[in-house]
């Protein structure tokens, strides 16, 4: 009966895994209890992305503080299955480097990274390249990171641009075939909001019509700087609504983002009046 009840269905404890990871992500209103048991069901069953998945959703419940005793053992658990696991799986090799980076182990963190990224996990390259920058090891970042772009990581793109000095702006890199401009337009491209930032700032006084669309893309994704940017340059431009639209969302936000927003607004004001005014003349 059950070998028929498995050619009938043919759901494997990994396809339930990917599944109750997709649902998770879509966080239907009630899910989640049943969702976690089912995640929890399959890491019992030794399923890596389980284990992998389950792991750092306990993590992030420990951090928030509203981890229960039992879910404070559940994830020493899965760091012990996790631990296990590290040597022949490279997602739960990242992961395991997240949490030994965590707790300030970076030897460990950066050796996990690179294992990881030699198994297939292009963040894994990114990661541990950023460690070794942090470290003073700047050749071997900029390996890792050409790895990574070697990959297709829109990060490692970002990265790589940065170790670039500045005289290196058509430099061609041994492995990637492109220059800091087009690894900046792959990264921002592929939605690291820093690199479309640096964009808008590059056309900001070439091609102003490219820089507004690289700040739109940041900006769009919350990013304090092109959202001024934006405003500053659609006020510029004369579009006083649009401008307005952009310079509200940055006083939304805090610190030194909400005062120029401020004084932009202040700004705008001043140019509705104006314009008034000239209208009234005519």
Known sequence: MGERGKKDHGVSPEDLTSLTRLLLRVNA????????HLLTTCAHMNVPGAVVHLHALLSAQVLRGSASPMAQADLAAMTKRLARIAPEHAGAAFRMGEVAEAEGNLDRAEKLFKGAGRGGVMEGWVRSGILRKSRGKSQGARNHFEKAVEMGSARGCYFLAQEMEDGEGGEEIAGVGGKRLGLLTRAGAGGVVEAAYELGSYWREREVKFAEEWFLVAASRHHAGSTLAL???L????DIGNARTWAQK???????????????LQELSRMEENKQEGSQGE
Not at 29 to 34: D, E, F, Q, Y
Not at 235 to 238: I, L, S
């Open 29 to 36: 209103p009630g899910s989640a209890p049943l969702l976690r």
């Open 231 to 233: 405003a500053q340059l």
């Open 235 to 238: 006020m510029e431009k004369g």
């Open 250 to 264: 940055a006083a939304d936000m805090s610190g030194e983002t909400r005062e120029y927003a401020a004084e932009i």
